[in-house]
């Protein structure tokens, strides 16, 4: 089992609590040129941006391939799971989408970037239903600006 599921869990008058702080910073992930690579297999986007290095490097202003957006926004499941605390009780957690997503930067082939998690809202929808909503940036190492930043809703589920 994978050590971010391992968490012990925490109430959910604590976690409320949490509520304009932020939770915590993921480690760095590598988005390298495999991992794009595979990526663009998965999404059938195999446009040169992304998986022709000498073609990029030659036509535009990148100096390299980067990223799919999708791709950067795809690693915000792991960097949460490192991150985010676990309620007790939960039995589900679904990705209810966003409410803003921005694609900032561009994720350029080798860079490693690294999720900032600020919980924005945690409201009971219904007795069982916890509706969270959490501001997240997705920083680059060594960059100024974020590769993007998103307003992420959630829903938790309990018994």
Aim: proline share 4%; net charge neutral; glycine share 6%.
């Amino acid at each position: 089992m994978n050590e971010v599921w391992k968490k012990p869990p925490i109430s959910l008058e604590a976690y409320q609590k949490m509520v304009g702080q932020e939770v915590g910073v993921s480690s760095w992930h590598l988005v390298n040129q495999s991992r794009i690579n595979l990526f663009a297999d998965v999404i059938e986007d195999h446009q040169f941006i992304h998986v022709d290095p000498e073609r990029a490097k030659r036509e535009t202003s990148f100096g390299t391939t980067v990223a799919h957006g999708f791709l950067t926004m795809s690693l915000l499941s792991i960097m949460s799971y490192e991150v985010m605390p676990v309620i007790e009780g939960t039995t589900m957690g679904v990705n209810y989408g966003f409410e803003k997503l921005r694609f900032i930067s561009p994720v350029r082939a080798g860079s490693r970037v690294r999720g900032r998690f600020t919980l924005a809202e945690a409201k009971l929808r219904k007795p069982t239903e916890l509706q969270s909503r959490t501001n997240v940036s997705v920083e680059i190492e060594g960059e100024e600006k974020p590769a993007l930043v998103a307003d992420w809703i959630g829903l938790i589920y309990f018994a």
